[in-house]
């Protein structure tokens, strides 16, 4: 017989952040703010996508980005340039936001003011998806080059998320990329996600997704 106990803290961990992420979304839905989660791997052009859909809702509602890294303060420099509030948040080697870190972000940017807050979490398929932010929604993009067997290699990421952006569609021809095939993964792991096309380089499928998040907005306001 065992005169030990064993201790899940990983369990405990993700519980205590669940409870905690749940208390900010009902928070957030006192201050009538929305908030979105933006997930994807470094260099899937989450920045650029991010300023296409900021000048593209800008004149609909006051947005507020919080730009998340482990060291560096280029990505917000260029959002500051869109107009948007803007903070950068840096985790100290964390290679992913919870729902604590993100509330004390959001107390740092202000949500007084601000309709739509946008969290461009840590540039990281793996760890960002085991943390509930507290988000309204969760959003990620998956680029071109990449390959469409990312769904295969990271399903919990493609599992929690709400929408799926598919960027740098223009490079298509250039890539071994099966864009139904890609789909086909995604929807196998989860039927209800929303599929959009993107390239933020051309503006293709940028007002399919900016009208996603206008009705999502909507929702979140009238629920």
Avoid at 60 to 80: L, R
Avoid at 137 to 164: H, Q, R, T, W
Wanted: aromatic letters at 6%; hydrophobic letters at 40%.
């Amino acid at each position: 017989m065992n005169t030990y106990k064993v201790i899940e803290i990983k369990q405990s961990v993700f519980d205590d952040n669940n409870q905690d992420a749940d208390l900010l979304r009902k928070e957030l839905k006192k201050e009538r703010t929305f908030l979105l989660n933006l997930m994807s791997s470094p260099g899937s052009g989450k920045t650029s996508t991010l300023t296409k859909t900021i000048n593209a809702l800008k004149d609909d509602m006051k947005i507020g980005v919080m730009e998340a890294d482990i060291d560096s303060d280029v990505d917000a420099h260029t959002i500051s340039q869109t107009g948007a509030k803007v903070i950068q948040l840096h985790t100290g080697g964390m290679c992913h936001l919870d729902a604590d870190m993100t509330r004390q972000g959001l107390r740092a940017l202000g949500t007084e003011e601000i309709d739509f807050a946008i969290l461009e979490n840590v540039g990281n398929l793996v760890c960002p998806a085991e943390f509930d932010t507290g988000a309204s929604k969760n959003a990620m993009i998956l680029s071109v080059p990449e390959g469409d067997d990312k769904p295969l290699k990271y399903p919990l990421m493609f599992s929690i998320c709400d929408v799926l952006l598919i960027n740098k569609i223009d490079t298509l021809e250039y890539f071994d990329f099966d864009l139904e095939a890609c789909k086909e993964r995604v929807k196998k792991l989860n039927p209800d996600i929303k599929i959009i096309p993107i390239s933020a380089k051309t503006g293709e499928g940028i007002v399919e997704w900016a009208n996603w998040l206008r009705n999502e907005v909507k929702i979140w306001n009238e629920q």
